[in-house]
């Protein structure tokens, strides 16, 4: 006669039940296999798990900050290049328009016109860079464009010149038209916002600043002397055009100064984000030490573990299948 008992649904049951559990803890086992990190923190760590969580948020609000850092050394970056752009060969130009002028060379005098133009186009180009679809150069308003056209600003100095008797009137009406809170520079080509860009926080309460803007004054001067190297070559019957073109020239000189100190500042900026940057990294590590610490499970632990579970998981399945065969008949045999 067989040694087995008839089987009961209770029996049964527990041998279900068990499987069930066997299965869930190779399932956990094979996670923790894979990922060398404890599956169920609330079980295997307890009353400690408030700690692991508090190190877990430290360690993503370290990441954002690096994020944010990274994002803004990028910015200050293509910054740095389009400023770079905006004021390539101004020396250059600017010293040999004095020479021409001083030479009364006609030739060089528009060669250096020409010059001008292809910087002023390049320069408008540069400071409408955008960077993460933001506008670099337009403060606050950064989804505008910071600058119209150069066009348009050749259009309004040529009308300058058009109603100037000498260089002397130009230049006040040039400064009106650049400088004066009114004036058409302001009204019409910086078309960015009034306040800066927003800061970056690159460590708890440090915000730095790394904006430039395009109606800083070194950025107007440029566009002006430019501008008018390019008006007055164009016109020839102006009565102090010699006057006017060596004004621009030495401008374009200082504005290659002008430009460098902002590249400067940018410059203090992208330290003080590079340095940040260093703290973050040696933070984070010091943060993810101890969360791995805590919350670290050792795979070839867990692949012996999870053998053990798969050989009870297995035993239980025969029993199981064996008891779900017994019937009344097979017992009275």
């Not at 250096?112 to 408008?124: E, I, P, R, S, W």
């Not at 940018?266 to 933070?283: D, K, N, V, W």
């Amino acid at each position: 006669m067989s040694g087995y008992g008839f089987p009961t649904l209770l029996q049964y049951s527990r041998l279900t039940s068990t499987a069930a559990d066997l299965k869930s803890r190779a399932e956990q086992a094979r996670t923790e296999m894979v990922t060398g990190r404890i599956a169920n923190l609330k079980t295997e760590l307890g009353g400690t798990i408030g700690d692991v969580h508090l190190l877990n948020k430290a360690i993503g609000d370290v990441t954002a900050r690096q994020d944010a850092a990274t994002r803004a050394l990028g910015r200050t970056q293509a910054s740095q290049s389009a400023l770079t752009l905006a004021g390539d060969g101004i020396v250059t130009i600017g010293a040999d328009l004095l020479s021409a002028v001083g030479q009364s060379h006609e030739p060089s005098i528009n060669i250096a016109g020409t010059k001008a133009k292809l910087q002023l186009d390049a320069a408008v180009s540069a400071f409408n860079t955008r960077y993460e679809g933001r506008s670099l150069f337009s403060g606050d308003a950064s989804n505008l464009p910071a600058l119209a056209d150069a066009e348009t600003l050749l259009t309004d100095v040529r009308a300058i010149f058009a109603g100037a008797a000498d260089n002397a009137q130009l230049q006040t009406d040039l400064d009106a038209y650049f400088n004066d809170p009114a004036g058409g520079f302001e009204t019409t080509i910086y078309t960015g916002g009034s306040g800066n860009a927003a800061r970056t926080e690159i460590a708890d309460g440090e915000l730095v600043d790394y904006s430039a803007k395009a109606d800083e004054q070194a950025v107007r001067d440029l566009l002006r002397h430019l501008a008018t190297v390019v008006v007055a070559d164009e016109q020839t019957g102006f009565v102090d055009r010699s006057a006017a073109l060596s004004t621009a020239a030495g401008g374009l000189i200082q504005a290659d100064s002008d430009i460098t100190a902002i590249r400067a500042r940018i410059g203090a900026s992208e330290e003080r984000i590079a340095a940040a940057q260093t703290r973050l990294e040696a933070e984070k590590t010091a943060y993810s030490i101890t969360y791995n610490e805590h919350t670290a499970r050792d795979p070839y632990e867990a692949a012996t573990l999870l053998q053990q579970i798969e050989s009870q998981l297995e035993a239980s399945y025969i029993m199981t299948s064996r008891i779900s065969l017994l019937s009344l008949t097979n017992y009275l045999r």
